[in-house]
T-cell receptor, first 113, second 114 residues
Framework: SQTIHQWPATLVQPVGSPLSLECTVE??????LYWYRQAAGRGLQLLFY??????ISSEVPQNLSASRPQDRQFILSSKKLLLSDSGFYLC????????????FGPGTRLTVT | GQQLNQSPQSMFIQEGEDVSMNCTSS?????WLWYKQDPGEGPVLLIA?????ELTSNGRLTAQFGITRKDSFLNISASIPSDVGIYFC??????????????FGTGTRLQVTL
């Protein structure tokens, strides 16, 4: 069966510090991968998605970036965090060439102070 | 970006009651999904719908893909305390599976009283 992992689970970082969040998927090959951000009590905002290694599409211009160095690894980064980057970050995967169903990881709670 | 309109925004119900919520859009979608999110966790997929008019059940949950392809409904029968959480609808316009992206609803917060 497929499993998706995210770490760290929680993170407190000062403004201006760098960020690296990691997402890995097990049990499937060539998944489509997604990063979302969720503000408190709000819906999900798509940040980045990837259909393959090194292929990243950005949905929202901001100071975040994403990379996919391996087939089942997706990384969200920032060189300098802003207060507005605080939120709940969710990684999701979908089977390649199939419609719809995305499966989410447990999330990372980021607080920028 | 666009979000789907969900209603109601929140609801308090008593244990044992049935619950109905819906999701509407001005655009056509080819897939409708319903997720449940518990506090501090990622959303969990409950039901996926792929065809206009389709009615699908998962235990006490039943969801329908609207015939116009612009809406979807979720019903929960005989609610129990563990049904508490936020329910999100999501739609996918793509019908080929390549680079599909979901549009999410604004969420319905469900609280169940004993």
């Amino acid at each position: 069966s497929q499993t998706i992992h995210q770490w760290p689970a929680t993170l407190v970082q000062p403004v201006g510090s760098p960020l690296s969040l990691e997402c890995t998927v097990e049990g499937t090959s060539n998944p489509n991968l997604y990063w979302y951000r969720q503000a408190a009590g709000r819906g999900l905002q798509l940040l980045f998605y990837s259909v393959g290694i090194g292929q990243i599409s950005s949905e929202v211009p901001q100071n975040l970036s994403a990379s996919r160095p391996q087939d089942r690894q997706f990384i969200l980064s920032s060189k300098k965090l802003l207060l507005s980057d605080s939120g709940f970050y969710l990684c999701a995967w979908k089977r390649d060439r199939e419609i719809g169903e995305q499966y989410f990881g447990p999330g990372t709670r980021l607080t920028v102070t | 970006g666009q979000q789907l309109n969900q209603s109601p925004q929140s609801m308090f119900i008593q244990e044992g009651e049935d619950v109905s919520m819906n999701c509407t859009s001005s655009s056509i979608f080819n897939t409708w999904l319903w997720y449940k999110q518990d506090p501090g966790e990622g959303p969990v997929l409950l039901i996926a719908l792929y065809k206009a008019g389709e009615l699908t059940s998962n235990g006490r949950l039943t969801a329908q893909f609207g015939i116009t392809r612009k809406d979807s409904f979720l019903n929960i029968s005989a609610s129990i305390p563990s049904d508490v959480g936020i329910y999100f609808c999501a739609g996918d316009r793509i019908n080929t599976g390549t680079a599909s992206k979901l549009t999410f609803g604004t969420g319905t917060r469900l609280q169940v009283t004993l």
